[in-house]
């Protein structure tokens, strides 16, 4: 377990107990003491996370070992299917998506990859999707539209890839008509935050009929970093920064910007994948069944609707 720097106490405390189960000859009584460290452990780490602040949630949602795309394919759904290439250019390994059954139901699936070690995070360029990868995104969603098939986005990334290269192939107007084609499609669309939702990059994907977040997520339109360094100078602020910017999961749903919050194991989704995959799977259920009764029109009307009154007083 790699511990974050506020759970150095829960990382003394696991260290005492594994200690004493590795001492040789380890007694009843050094048994004993190991279990109580286990359970005052358990107490800390509760009470620590009950009572995060915006920058700590933002670290949690950095977490190396937070589960990532291959995980959410492996344990929500069956008979992934993955379809590459925006038919322009490439095949942007930033975004991956494909057809899959949720629950035994056809759904297309779509979400930002940003593996898991050195080698695959630079094959994924850390989740960040130059234009090919919108392209790509907006290709599935229109194969979704033209068979009728549900689509569920999971958004991981600190945003859209800056380069020069991305800039040169038209990066904005892709994020803008992934925007768009989100809105268009007359089909239910889910999108869930599990991660980090960074700027146009998270929205290109996240433009949907219902809005989830795992409930240390972050979501917001710039880094705390970034923020921190156009208002204050220094990315020293990005604590700050991130208290002000209101991009957590309970502060989003409080201001109407997210329909729903699932909830994390204690000590965070890194720490128990198979419990958050399951709360994921429950609430993408019930959110897909509440949208299949509306026609076509009803979605995107419903879209249209939740976007445009946001901000508005």
């Known amino acids: 377990m790699e511990y974050l720097a506020f759970e150095k106490p829960i990382e003394a405390l696991a ?53 990532h795309f291959v995980h959410y394919v492996q344990g929500l759904f069956e008979d992934f299917l993955p379809l590459g290439g925006d038919r322009l250019y490439g095949n942007d390994q930033a975004i991956i998506g494909g057809f899959a ?7 297309m699936v779509i979400g930002h990859a940003k593996g898991e070690d050195t080698a ?13 990868g919108y392209r790509k995104a907006i290709r599935l969603m229109e194969i979704a539209d033209r068979f009728g098939l549900p689509v569920i986005t999971l958004v991981d990334t600190p945003g859209a890839f800056p380069g020069v290269d991305a800039e040169a192939r038209g990066q904005a107007e892709a994020i803008a ?44 339109v710039i ?3 970034g923020c921190a360094s156009i208002l204050w100078r220094g990315a020293d602020r990005a604590p700050d920064a991130a208290e002000a910017m209101k991009m957590t999961a309970p502060d989003l749903m409080q ?16 720490r128990n994948h198979a419990e958050t995959i399951k709360r994921l799977s429950t609430a993408l259920r019930a959110e897909l069944q509440d949208l299949t009764s509306l026609t076509a029109e009803e979605l995107r ?8 009154k946001l901000g508005s007083i």
């Open 15 to 67: 260290k005492r107990a594994a200690a004493l189960r590795e001492g040789k000859g380890v007694s009843g009584e050094g048994e004993a003491e190991a279990l109580m460290l286990d359970e005052r452990a358990h107490r800390q780490l509760g009470d620590i996370y009950a009572r995060l602040t915006p920058w700590q949630r933002t670290q949690v949602a950095r977490h190396p070992s937070r589960p």
């Open 101 to 107: 059954r949720l629950g035994g139901r056809p759904v």
């Open 120 to 132: 695959s995070r630079l094959r994924h360029n850390f989740g960040m999707a130059r234009p090919e």
């Open 177 to 220: 008509r992934s925007t768009e084609k989100c809105l268009e499609i007359g089909v239910p669309l889910v999108a869930v935050i599990v991660g980090e939702g960074g700027s146009g990059g998270a929205v290109a994907l996240a433009s949907a009929n219902r809005v989830l977040m795992l409930e240390h997520a972050v979501y917001s």
């Open 223 to 225: 880094s705390p970093e």
């Open 255 to 270: 201001l109407g910007v997210i329909h729903r919050v699932v909830y994390e194991p204690i000590g965070g989704a890194h």
């Open 301 to 308: 009307a419903d879209r249209w609707s939740f976007f445009m």
